[in-house]
């Protein structure tokens, strides 16, 4: 069983616009409100392979209960905290031109009892899980460690802590040693505290992250694939070209190819050829999280993969 936390969940509301730029009003016809989060385009990926999968977070509002119901139709088990506070939207513009222009609200606060109800409900799950994947932002004063503290109760129990945050959630997170992360540069960027401007900066920032115990570092670069280390081994991954129509979630579609490979006992390659995929695939869709599993297992054929450490 694979176990996706979803701190701060999200409608995504998706909207297509040709010509966008500022200044201007727009009317639509193409929109897509979609349960996202980041664990929750987690979860959607992982169910398109048919892999048993929960999620879990904090949901609030008619926006939570949004959630739940496409969560339902979608028939992914979900175990969720109510919370009073509404569930935040993320709103994406994407353009004929490629662009792809993102506004994420914060998203709500929560009280202490909530906070300790999810702790509880956490505690409950990751003893019927193996693999468990924590995503995203986290309300506005949840504590920052708060990944931190998830990854320890996980250790404690022996399952493999999959984190994809960023910022101080990160640096925080990364203290506990969870089995893996995966920073894009900026983010790499901001837990080493300099720029990285060569691959040799580049290898010696990720030496830096394996010294806290993390043990697969993938560094997103985007369409350009990413740079992997596992154990002592680091590989530049080169993803398949395509034409991207949106890519937003190919970094979470990526986490869920992690997590799938991971469940199935895939070796290192074949793991991370298949995470490779999903993120390509999922761009190759309108709506995020709806990889083709077909499209995926052709692009596996098509990753390289070059050892460069
Ligand atoms: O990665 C894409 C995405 O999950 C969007 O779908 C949107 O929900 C956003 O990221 C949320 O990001 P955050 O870091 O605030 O959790």
Redesign the pocket.
């Known amino acids: 069983m694979i176990l996706t936390v979803t701190l ?1 969940p ?1 409608i ?1 509301r998706r909207y297509f616009v040709k010509d966008f730029h500022k200044d201007k009003v727009f009317r639509t016809n193409e929109v897509q409100y979609t349960p ?3 664990g929750l ?1 987690v979860s959607r990926v992982i169910n398109k392979f048919k892999e048993p999968v929960i999620a879990t977070g904090v949901l609030g509002g008619l926006s939570g209960q949004f959630i739940i119901e496409k969560l339902d139709e979608l028939e992914i088990e979900n175990d969720f905290v109510k919370i009073k506070a509404n569930t935040r939207s ?1 709103i994406a513009i994407l353009s004929d031109d490629g662009s792809q222009t993102e506004i ?1 609200e914060p998203g709500p606060k929560i009280s202490q009892n909530e906070l300790d109800d999810f702790y509880r409900t956490y505690e409950k799950l990751v003893d019927k899980s193996e693999i468990i994947c924590g995503s ?2 986290i309300p506005q004063n949840a504590p920052v460690d708060i990944y931190k503290r998830l990854i320890e109760i996980a250790r404690e129990k022996n399952k493999k802590f999959i984190l994809d945050t ?1 910022g101080k959630t990160l640096i925080e997170g990364i203290k506990a040693s969870p089995y893996m992360i995966k920073p894009n540069e900026e983010e790499l960027e901001s837990i080493i505290g300099h720029s990285i401007n060569t691959e040799r900066e580049l290898l010696e920032a990720i030496k830096g992250i394996q010294e806290y115990g993390v043990k697969l570092i993938i560094v997103s670069l985007g369409a350009e694939g990413s740079v992997v280390c596992y154990e002592d081994k680091t590989y530049k991954v080169e993803a398949p070209k395509i034409k991207a129509i949106n890519p ?2 190919s ?2 579609s990526m986490v869920a190819g992690i997590a799938v490979g991971l469940s199935r006992g895939y070796d290192f390659e074949k793991m991370i050829k298949l995470a490779t995929s999903c993120g390509t695939a999922n761009a190759m869709e309108k709506e ?1 999280g709806k990889v083709n599993i077909n499209n995926v297992e052709k692009l596996m054929e098509e990753v390289k993969m070059v050892r460069i450490g």
């Open positions: 701060n999200s995504d996202g989060g980041k385009n993320c994420l995203g932002s960023s937003v979630g970094g979470d995020t």
